[in-house]
């Protein structure tokens, strides 16, 4: 897959479809969409092309949103690649180019720049300065600039953005298993492995402490998830605790894994962890062994939950 990071980058001859939209979180309801650009380019022979944007707008236009993203940007270039889309354009979001007219963007970006044979929009896409022009717009541009518009029906359209929705309450109340199912993979968080307290290796299970750099992504509910990884070529498993460390009096929020089976150093390896299932609330204990004697048991569990069909 072709990532263009701006489109003053871009330089593909290739004619394209496209599509545009910020695609948080890939998931079902976007794969739809994403199935529909790709099979309507490789029919024609041209590129399927995603015409996204970072930062998310609602950060640039609503500076008092706290929106936390279901994907890093590195991650949902990842997923793109793997579905087999051409071309991903990853866009700076600007004040500035929220003002673009609508004739603007429409002749640079779309026809000029992404040489759009095809737009694949939803039947409620508006674009251009404050959002004015609709898709009746677009399909008086395509006939000016001889290019076809194909409208993604409204029920498809408000099932993308429930599902987004969803995804975000179901990761914050902990519900992973609702979360998993309308992204059609397991939830993932990438990041830096720092040193922590060490506590987890007196306890006999030494725990690796990610630091998630991007701060706009969500962090699911504090608790106990079974979680995969793959660590030089080899997909391993293990057990994360999210929260606050409250049997020894934590302070601040971390993000600690136990790997399975595992003696590699991964202190500054930047990782991502798959979230499994969910198996506990975080919750304090009477005793460092009392501690202990969870942690068995969730270690049984979850290596329980990994052996499940």
Partial sequence: MLTVRGLSHYDSIRPSVVT?????????????ILER???SASGADLQSTLLTFF???RMVLQKDSDIRLLNTIEEKSDILAAMGLDCLVIHPFTASFSRLTATDFVRDVLVDTLKARKVIIGYDHRFGRNRTASIQDLIAFGNLY???????????????????????NALETGDLET???????????????????????????????LQVG???????ANGVYTVSSTLSGRQVYGMMNIGTNPTVEGSGRHIEIHFFDLEEDLYDKEIRVNLITRLREERKFESLDALREQ???????????????
Avoid: W
């Fill in 179 to 209: 979360a998993n199912a309308y992204l059609g993979y397991p939830y993932m968080l990438s990041g830096i492995v720092k040193p922590g307290k060490q506590l987890g290796r007196t306890l006999g299970f030494p725990t690796a402490n």
């Fill in 214 to 220: 991007a701060t706009y992504k969500l962090i699911p």
């Fill in 295 to 309: 942690l068995t048991r969730d270690e049984a569990a979850a290596r329980a939950a990994i052996r499940r069909p």
């Fill in 37 to 39: 650009l790709q099979a």
């Fill in 20 to 32: 545009i939209g910020t695609f948080d979180g890939v998931h079902i309801g976007h794969r739809t």
């Fill in 146 to 168: 001889d290019f076809e518009v194909e409208e993604i029906p409204a029920q498809e359209i408000r099932d993308v953005s429930v599902s987004s929705t969803k995804i975000r």
């Fill in 55 to 57: 930062p998310h707008p």
